[in-house]
C-alpha cells in the first residue's frame, strides 16, 4: 500500500536542530557527536512519519535517538514532530542508513559496540527477487547492525510480510549467530488511535493483517 500524501511542514519551524543532511554528520556518530552528551544511543532504519521516534523519546528521556529516513519529504515530516515538542534527545536524518553502518577503506563512522539499540519497523520488502539486494535487512547490513551493538544491545525488526521475516529470521541464524535466538514481542493494546508503534503497525492492525515482530540481544 503506497505511502499517503503529507502536509508540507509549517515553514515557521526551525527543523535545523532536528533535521539533519548527509553533510552535516561528523565524521564519527556518537551520542558524544550527534549530542555532546554520552547518553545511550539507539538508531531506528527507516523512520517514516516519525511516530516511534518521536514516543520512544519521550518515552525514554535517558537514552538519544537518531531516525534515518531516505525520503526527504518524511525525514522533514518526523523532524517537525520533534521540533513541536522541543525532543532534545531525538534528530533525523534524511539520507541512507547503508553507508554509515558501512566499514569503508576511511574506517567506521558508527563504532563497534557502540549502540544500544537499532530499530527497524515495517522496510520495504523489494518483493521481486532480483531487488531483495535493496532490502534493509540485507546481508551486509546485518553483520553491520551486529557490529555496531554492545554486548546486550538489541535489534528490533517488525514486518506484515511473511516472506521478509522468514528469509531474515533464516539469514540472521546463518550469518550473525552472536544475535542470539529471536525473541517475540507482544501487541501491546492501543489506548486511542495514534497509540501504536509507528503508522504501519496502525494501518496493519486496522486492517487485520498480521505483524510479525523479534527482537535479538547480542551476545558476548
Given at each position: 500500500m503506497p505511502r499517503a500524501a503529507l502536509r508540507k511542514p509549517n515553514p515557521a519551524l526551525d527543523l535545523d536542530s532536528w533535521l539533519k543532511k548527509p553533510e552535516d554528520?561528523?565524521?564519527?556518530?556518537?551520542?558524544?557527536?550527534?549530542?555532546?552528551?554520552?547518553?545511550?544511543?539507539?538508531?531506528?532504519?527507516?523512520?517514516?512519519?516519525?511516530?516511534f521516534i518521536q514516543t520512544e523519546s519521550d518515552r525514554r528521556p535517558e537514552n538519544n535517538y537518531f531516525g534515518i529516513e531516505i525520503a526527504r519529504k518524511y525525514a522533514a515530516h518526523a523532524a517537525?514532530?520533534?521540533a513541536k515538542r522541543e525532543r532534545a534527545?531525538?534528530?533525523?536524518?534524511?539520507g541512507?542508513?547503508?553507508?554509515?553502518?558501512?566499514?569503508?577503506?576511511?574506517g567506521k563512522r558508527i563504532e563497534d559496540g557502540s549502540l544500544d539499540g537499532v530499530h527497524v519497523y515495517f522496510p520495504d520488502p523489494w518483493w521481486k527477487k532480483r531487488h531483495r539486494k535493496?532490502?534493509?535487512?540485507?546481508?551486509?547490513?546485518?553483520?553491520?547492525?551486529?557490529?555496531c551493538l554492545r554486548v546486550g544491545g538489541r535489534l528490533h525488526f517488525w514486518t506484515d510480510v511473511l516472506d521478509y521475516f522468514e528469509l531474515t529470521v533464516e539469514l540472521i541464524a546463518e550469518i550473525a549467530p552472536e544475535l542470539g535466538?529471536?525473541?517475540?514481542?507482544?501487541?501491546?493494546?492501543?489506548?486511542?488511535?495514534?497509540?501504536?508503534?509507528?503508522?504501519?503497525?496502525?494501518?496493519?492492525?486496522?486492517?487485520?493483517?498480521?505483524?510479525?515482530?523479534?527482537?535479538?540481544?547480542?551476545?558476548?
Open positions: 554528520l561528523p565524521a564519527t556518530i556518537n551520542s558524544q557527536t550527534l549530542f555532546g552528551n554520552d547518553q545511550p544511543l539507539e538508531i531506528e532504519v527507516g523512520s517514516g512519519k516519525g511516530l517537525a514532530r520533534l534527545n531525538a534528530k533525523m536524518l534524511a541512507d542508513a547503508t553507508p554509515l553502518f558501512a566499514v569503508t577503506d576511511e535493496r532490502r534493509v535487512l540485507s546481508h551486509d547490513n546485518i553483520l553491520n547492525f551486529s557490529r535466538v529471536p525473541l517475540p514481542e507482544t501487541q501491546r493494546e492501543s489506548t486511542h488511535d495514534l497509540d501504536f508503534h509507528t503508522h504501519f503497525e496502525r494501518r496493519s492492525r486496522k486492517m487485520g493483517i498480521p505483524v510479525y515482530r523479534v527482537c535479538y540481544r547480542k551476545r558476548s
